[in-house]
C-alpha cells in the first residue's frame, strides 16, 4: 500500500508497517516529504544516497546516516555538503584541506590543532582578518604563536 499523505507515510514507517519504499524512491518529486523522513529515520539510505539529492544528503548526514559516504562526500562534496560535515565533525582531516575556507574555519573550531594549516591558506589576510579572529575567540586557550602572526 502506498500512503500519499506524508503523516500518513511516516506513522506507518515508524510502525514498520512499510515493507516496499520503491514507489516513494521512483517517484522523488511526487514524494520528497516522503523521503525526507526516510532520511530522517535512517531508511534506505543507499538507495536516497543514489538519488543524488543535495536535501536528502544534508539531511542524512544531519542525522548520522551513510557514514561510509562521508569520505566520498568530504573529498567532492560541494560547499554546503562540506559545511555539513564539517559541523557534525566528519572527516576534519580531509575538509581541513576543502577549497572551502568556512568549511576549513568550522574544522578548525572543532579541531584547534589545525588553526595554523587554516592560517597557511590565507590568502588575503585584510579581508580574512574577521574570520580568523572568530576562530580564535572561540578556542580557549589559542596558540601564542599563531596570535603573533596576525597582530591586533
Not at 36 to 44: F, R
Request: some cysteine; hydrophobic content about 35%; overall charge negative.
Amino acid at each position: 500500500m502506498v500512503y500519499e499523505s506524508a503523516s500518513e507515510f511516516e506513522k506507518h514507517m515508524n510502525r514498520g508497517d512499510i515493507v516496499d519504499y520503491s514507489p516513494y524512491l521512483q517517484n522523488p518529486s511526487k514524494y520528497e516529504d516522503h523521503l525526507h523522513s526516510m532520511a530522517v529515520n535512517g531508511v534506505c539510505i543507499d538507495e536516497l544516497v543514489a538519488l543524488h539529492d543535495e536535501d536528502l544528503t544534508l539531511e542524512i548526514i544531519m542525522n548520522g546516516y551513510g557514514q561510509k559516504y562521508y569520505e566520498e562526500w568530504a573529498k567532492t562534496g560541494n560547499q554546503i555538503i562540506q559545511f555539513a560535515m564539517a559541523l557534525m565533525d566528519c572527516c576534519p582531516e580531509i575538509l581541513i584541506n576543502s577549497p572551502y575556507g568556512d568549511v576549513r574555519l568550522e574544522v578548525a573550531k572543532q579541531h584547534p590543532e589545525y588553526t595554523s594549516l587554516v592560517m597557511d591558506k590565507v590568502v588575503n589576510e585584510k579581508s580574512e582578518w574577521y574570520d580568523l579572529q572568530q576562530l580564535f575567540m572561540t578556542q580557549k586557550y589559542p596558540d601564542p604563536q599563531l596570535l603573533k602572526r596576525f597582530p591586533i
